[in-house]
């Protein structure tokens, strides 16, 4: 006879070999079986029903609320409302660092899409930001990326099945977008984002972005815009007035971006969270701490909820400040964690 209960022994998950328990699993399985739409079982699970078994840590089988089908790879609880990972997954998401470098995979399918894909000076990973949306989202979702660029959003929202919406102010990543992602052709808007009240976005189930660092292109090294120029690459996002990337001033800049997350607020689902992707900068020998700045101007609405910190490890220091005054290379970014609750 298979087993259909699992209990914790030993802390280890391990079958019951209690004949009556099994049984009872049983019956409480196929339960869950007729009622799997109301109880928005993961479709993992649904389509390896014949391998489901139920798990309660301490033996309880009609108080049993996870489905396990290996124990390698942990339970699902039925009252996860929020994503379709099993415990031992969400666990692994919570640590509050990651390191994470441009994936060669990554790069070589953008440009097997267009070769142009390289030209926008700063894209995140659709596999870094599949991650976030897996754990903030369940299939089907509505995932919304305000300043989308190449649409690395939208190709993670492809991997896992989630509905991707997004908003780039230059045409040509907006085309991009569109080519990478035709499937969301109508979610996608090549438009001022600060007008994204106008644009009849649906309800929103989790927002996740990477925003200008300020002006901070403008401001780059000398060697940056020369090797881009050579390769004619981008060296900015765009010429546009209202491209934030082109604010000169801190406290404007901070405030706009504000702005824009507080309307984005007006088309969240209660309770829905939002990731916003940013650094500390540094101008003329002076820190400019956007995210925290950021993180407290956001909070007049939202509630700050964490951080996680993202690290890259495979980038070149370059001799700052050298050999006169302090200047560290930043090379981590805060990955905001925000949540509406009313
Ligand atoms: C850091 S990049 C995001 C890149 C994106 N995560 C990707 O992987 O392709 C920021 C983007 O915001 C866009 N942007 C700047 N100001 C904007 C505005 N007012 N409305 C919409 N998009 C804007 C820029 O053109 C740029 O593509």
């Known amino acids: ?18 004949p009556n328990l099994n049984q009872k699993a049983q019956i409480r399985l196929a339960q869950l079986w007729h009622d799997r739409d109301r109880l928005n079982i993961p479709d993992y699970f649904l389509d390896n029903w014949d391998k489901v078994a139920l798990y309660d ?28 990972l099993t415990g031992k997954e969400w666990v692994k998401f919570s640590c509050s660092w990651f390191i994470f470098n441009a994936l060669k995979e990554d790069l070589q399918a953008e440009k097997a899409l267009d070769s142009t894909t390289e030209h926008h000076p700063a894209t995140f990973s659709p596999t870094m930001i599949a991650e976030f949306i897996r754990f903030f989202t369940k299939k089907g979702d509505k995932v919304l990326d305000p300043f989308c660029g190449i649409g690395s959003t939208l190709e993670a929202c492809k991997r896992t099945e989630r509905v991707g919406y997004g908003i780039e102010l230059n045409p040509k990543y907006y085309q991009l977008c569109l080519k990478r992602a035709p499937e969301f ?7 001022d984002v600060q007008d994204i009240l106008n644009l009849g976005l649906p309800q929103i189930d989790f927002c996740i972005a990477s925003p200008p660092y300020w002006n901070i292109l403008n401001r780059s090294t000398k060697d940056f815009k020369k090797t881009r120029q050579k390769k004619e690459l981008d060296i900015n996002y765009s010429v546009s007035q209202q ?8 406290d404007l800049f901070l405030e706009k971006l504000t702005q824009i997350y507080f ?6 689902k209660d309770d829905a969270y939002i990731v916003v992707i940013v650094k500390n900068i540094k101008k003329s020998g002076k820190m400019y701490p956007l995210a925290w700045d950021l993180a407290k101007s956001l909070t007049t609405k939202y509630v700050l ?3 996680k910190i993202w690290i890259q490890d495979k980038i070149g220091l370059a001799p700052y400040g050298y050999p006169y005054s302090w200047a560290s290379n930043i090379l981590h970014h805060y990955c905001l964690i925000l ?3 009313t």
């Open 1 to 18: 006879m298979s087993n259909y209960f699992y209990t914790k022994q030993d802390r280890q998950i391990q079958p019951t070999s209690d």
């Open 57 to 84: 840590p301490s033996g309880d089988v009609d108080k049993a609320k996870s489905l396990l089908i290996n124990s390698n790879e942990g339970a699902y609880h039925l009252d996860n409302q929020l994503n379709d």
């Open 185 to 191: 052709s109508p979610n996608i808007f090549n438009h």
């Open 243 to 250: 491209d934030l990337g082109n604010i000169e001033d801190y």
């Open 263 to 268: 309307n984005i607020y007006q088309l969240l």
């Open 305 to 307: 909820k964490d951080e």
């Open 339 to 341: 949540r509406k609750e």
